[in-house]
């Protein structure tokens, strides 16, 4: 079964530090493939999502993800981290000729003054 | 519009009441969903209704009872619920296919006493 894995439930960085979150998708047929954010008490907001159109996917707030085949990767990075970055970061999958949402057990990204 | 809205955003009931919770979307989606959150953890897909027509019920116990009344709206309906189903209720929307991105609603924050 199709299944996403995120390393590393907490992830701090300071303010204008790289942020890198990590995603791995298991799959021989690369699935498409999403990020969301999530603000504490809100719903999820897609940050960028990869359809096989381009490698590096650039998504909103300055954030993007590369998808690596050979990897079986979709890490995301922002190269400046802001305070009103910190949040829940979901990496999701949707299996090629599928229909369910596989989202992983998510990343709390805390950023330090 | 590209908002899914909940209401209401926060509800308390005890074991024997009944209520309700609404989601409308005004996007043209095709496709709602619901979804229970509990904290820490990622969404967990309820229910996924596809043209008004329930497609996909992941054996969510019969206390809780989605409807799909037109396109734009969708219901959950509440019933002698569990201290247990204490959790963020998301609703969702996407276009048909399956492999688009979901638009999330804000949540509503349930507390069964």
């Known amino acids: 079964a199709q299944s996403v894995t995120q390393l590393g439930s907490h992830v701090s960085v300071s303010e204008g530090a790289l942020v890198l979150l990590r995603c791995n998708y298991s799959s021989s047929v690369p699935p498409y493939l999403f990020w969301y954010v999530q603000y504490p008490n809100q719903g999820l907001q897609l940050l960028l999502k990869y359809t096989s159109a381009a490698t590096l996917v650039k998504g909103i707030n300055g954030f993007e993800a590369e998808f690596k085949k050979s990897e079986t990767s979709f890490h995301l990075t922002k190269p400046s981290a802001h305070m009103s970055d910190a949040a829940e970061y979901f990496c999701?999958?949707?299996?090629?000729?599928?229909?369910?949402?596989?989202f992983g057990a998510g990343t709390r990204l805390f950023v330090k003054a | 519009d590209t908002e899914v809205t909940q209401t209401p955003k926060h509800l308390v009931m005890g074991m024997t009441n009944k209520k309700s919770l609404k989601c409308e979307q005004h996007m043209g989606h095709r496709a709602m969903y619901w979804y229970k959150q509990k904290a820490k953890k990622p969404p967990e897909l309820m229910f996924v209704y596809s043209y008004e027509k329930l497609s996909i019920n992941e054996s969510v116990p019969s206390r809780f009872s989605p409807e799909c009344p037109n396109s734009s709206l969708l219901n959950l309906h509440l019933h002698a619920l569990q201290p247990e189903d204490s959790a963020l209720y998301l609703c969702?929307?996407?276009?048909?296919?399956?492999?688009?991105?979901?638009?999330f609603g804000q949540g509503t924050r349930l507390t069964v006493v």
């Open positions: 999701a999958v949707i299996p090629t000729g599928g229909f369910k949402t596989i």
């Open positions: 969702a929307s996407s276009q048909v296919g399956f492999q688009e991105e979901a638009f």
